[in-house]
């Protein structure tokens, strides 16, 4: 890793930003709005002090505000309900919340909502069916699937030789997390070379032959677009080093110091991998901005010749026969140009200070839209899908991004659910399934036919969901069924990380030197300098690891689980029970039950696409659904605990109906620990119909 030349002390939290009077910074950026959208929308009232908290709710950047609040809080956002709350005036609350935030936080979250004028359009009737609203995905991060040269590091040649996985679960569309030249400080979301293989993983032209080979088997493909960055070995970095008052310096963030102050970085933005969001570069005399690790460099949109090179990128790989990309923290990519200091408290509660000024920055909407144009949506070009990664989207804002009517992204992945009440990735502690019960009603309650939702558990920058809701060894099995069963059988697109179809847990990695993600490395080394001892940073570090998601696949019961015949990049711990061979083999197994609930997903359209009821929600440890499609019904219940659940209601004769459970033995009326059952219903209705090809 490249460490700078120069450590910068961090920042003291200079509120520079926010005495420059955010209200006019703000107005300005509404009135760029309302000219760059392409139809006339229902405008949102525009929130002054004298309105009221449940107006500023019922706005929507407002209402993303509020409930991120609260969940970090680990409080319900029906407070906004109570009268005394929500009647409150935006001007009482400030001066309220001053004493504890510091100046400006209510004008700054107003000012926030204030820049985005419109509001999400439920669209009326069903939503349109599109191939990307009825696919299963699957993320497969190369550098773990499959290693098909020894060399220890997963490879495309590995991909294809395994692609029949795939194919056998039932896999609609693959998504390739980068498989670029890169240096790989962060694991390949650092790019040197969009148009090139990493060496490692193979050559362009097998990429050509995985991108055939997985349409053949009628599955489509999509790469990881990361470009909120570059690596700092891209062409384009270098020539802004050589250069940095020409062409290419003006693709980044390059600032010279305050002669004031020269040892502070122009900022007090931060890293969400730790530390400063900046860097000093003593060749070349200035800063240079990083949101996340030093090497990766931050793009600078506002460039037209930035968003230029972006559409020859997408154009080059479109080209070659993909059928869209997963856009790596594409929310990130406009930031205001006075890049204002970030609020105190926001950073803390954010545990990363600045963010709030480019999550859901000023230019972000025509960004997305011009690229859609440009390279998504040319004449005569197949359609593909638009994932935005999104960190700090929340419901209404995710609306926004993504409503069939706006021309913008088609899919987000919003982050909230992944940690239950108030806790952070970091901590050490049960996910609540209840608690996600909960926001994924409320958030299935407020989609119309012009939106949808995807549906993840894991990724490659998260710990295993198994591990957090119940690391006891007993339940694996059953929960793996279980998570399997919700994303699988509720609305929306599910994405799969790999490992998770064979019910992948955390690994018992033994100190810091068995991972290999930068985040854990900075993290660790910023606890340690922090004060704290090297046994509990490693607890925390060991808890949210991004390596439990990067751990290679295992595809046999040898030592080594099949991944390679050489050193694994990444230690692999023994599983016995849990490679592919060994639950190929089980028909009980996860791997079974992923795929017996794809094939039901195929054959019936109401599990794709139809209208979801939620049955009883109020009754604690119990989740249950239908999904309706015309005369298709389908009932989903689930017991989220480890106890057995009774159902005092139980219709016996529905037992008839049972279409896919998750035990071998099943109880009329009671649930075992984590148990889920998919019926037909009612059990004696015909209309179900036969299989239908979906592709
Ligand atoms: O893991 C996180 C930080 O602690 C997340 O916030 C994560 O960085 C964020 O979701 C963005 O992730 C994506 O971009 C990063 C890359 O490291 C991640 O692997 C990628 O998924 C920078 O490219």
């Not at 956002?77 to 510091?102: A, S």
């Not at 009628?218 to 020409?246: C, K, Y």
């Not at 200091?341 to 011009?370: C, K, M, N, S, T």
Request: charged share 25%.
């Amino acid at each position: 890793m490249d460490v700078p030349a120069r450590t910068p002390t961090p920042a003291p939290v200079r509120l520079r930003g926010l005495g420059r009077e955010p209200r006019a910074r703000y107005r300005l950026l509404v009135q760029g709005r309302k000219k760059r959208h392409r139809r006339a929308r229902p405008e949102n009232p525009t929130l002054d002090d004298a309105a009221r908290v449940r107006d500023f709710y019922a706005h929507p950047v407002g209402r993303d505000v509020i409930d991120k609040m609260f969940h970090l809080q680990g409080r319900s956002n029906r407070w906004v309900d109570n009268p005394i709350v929500g009647g409150m005036r935006l001007r009482t609350l400030d001066r309220l919340v001053r004493l504890f935030t510091g100046h400006e936080l209510v004008p700054l979250v107003v000012d926030l909502a204030n820049s985005e004028p419109h509001a999400p359009d439920p669209g009326e009737g069903q939503p349109e069916p599109t191939w990307w609203k009825e696919a299963v995905f699957y993320q497969v991060y190369p550098r773990s699937f499959a290693d098909s040269d020894g060399d220890g590091v997963g490879d495309v040649g590995g991909i294809l030789e395994h692609l029949d996985h795939l194919a056998d679960l039932g896999v609609d569309c693959v998504w390739l997390s980068p498989i670029y030249d890169s240096p790989n400080e962060d694991g390949g979301y650092d790019v040197r070379d969009y148009r090139a293989v990493m060496a490692e993983m193979g050559t362009l032209d097998q990429v050509d032959a995985l991108i055939a080979a997985c349409h053949a088997r009628g599955m489509r493909i999509i790469l990881d677009l990361v470009v909120n960055h570059t690596s700092h070995e891209h062409e384009w970095f270098q020539r802004a080093l050589a250069d940095p008052d020409g062409p290419h310096g003006a693709y980044y963030f390059l600032l010279p110091a305050d002669p004031e102050h020269p040892d502070q970085p122009p900022n007090n933005w931060e890293s969400a991998f730790t530390g400063p969001a900046w860097r000093w570069i003593p060749e070349i005399e200035r800063w240079v901005l990083h949101v996340f690790a030093p090497g990766q460099p931050d793009l600078n949109w506002e460039n037209p010749r930035v968003r230029d090179e972006v559409v020859e990128v997408c154009r080059w790989w479109f080209d070659r026969g993909i059928d869209g990309f997963r856009m790596d923290v594409i929310n990130f990519i406009s930031k205001p140009p006075d890049l204002p200091d970030g609020h105190e408290l926001i950073g803390d509660l954010l545990q990363v200070a600045g963010v709030e000024h480019y999550f859901y920055g000023p230019r972000l909407h025509e960004y997305l839209r011009e690229l859609r144009e440009r390279a998504f949506e040319r004449p005569g070009s197949p359609p593909r899908v638009m994932v935005g990664e999104t960190p700090g989207i929340g419901v209404e804002t995710g609306r926004l991004l993504t409503g069939a009517d706006r021309g913008e992204l088609d899919l987000v992945f919003s982050f909230d659910h992944l940690e239950s009440g108030s806790h952070s990735r970091f901590e050490d502690y049960r996910y609540d399934l209840e608690w996600y019960k909960r926001y994924l009603i409320d958030y299935q309650s407020r989609l119309g036919s012009n939106d949808w939702m995807t549906l993840f558990f894991e990724n490659h920058d998260n710990p295993r969901m198994i591990s957090k809701v119940n690391p006891e060894p007993e339940h694996r099995v059953a929960l793996g069924k279980l998570l399997g069963t919700l994303q699988l059988t509720m609305r929306g697109t599910p994405f799969i990380h790999q490992g998770q179809e064979l019910a992948a847990v955390n690994q018992p990695f033994t100190g810091i030197g068995d991972l290999q993600d930068v985040e854990a490395h900075r993290r660790f080394r910023a606890l340690v300098d922090e004060g704290a001892s090297e046994e509990d940073a490693w607890a925390q570090v060991l808890t949210s690891t991004r390596d439990h998601g990067r751990v290679p696949l295992r595809w046999d019961a040898s030592p080594g689980g099949g991944f390679t015949t050489g050193t694994p990049w990444l230690v692999v711990h023994p599983d016995p029970g849990f490679s592919v061979a060994e639950q190929a083999a089980d028909p009980d197994s996860v791997l079974q039950h992923y795929r017996r609930l794809i094939a039901l997903r195929r054959r019936h359209r109401a599990l794709r696409m139809g209208d979801v009821t939620f049955v009883d929600p109020e009754r604690v440890g119990f989740f249950g659904w239908f999904r309706t499609w015309g005369t298709q019904r389908i009932r989903v219940e689930l017991n989220l605990t480890d106890e057995p659940l009774t159902l005092p209601d139980h219709d016996p004769d529905a037992d008839a109906g049972l279409l896919l459970g998750s035990h071998t033995v099943v109880r009329s009326g009671t649930l075992a620990p984590y148990e889920s059952r998919v019926y037909r219903w009612p059990a004696v209705q015909q209309g179900l119909g036969a299989p239908e090809p979906q592709r």
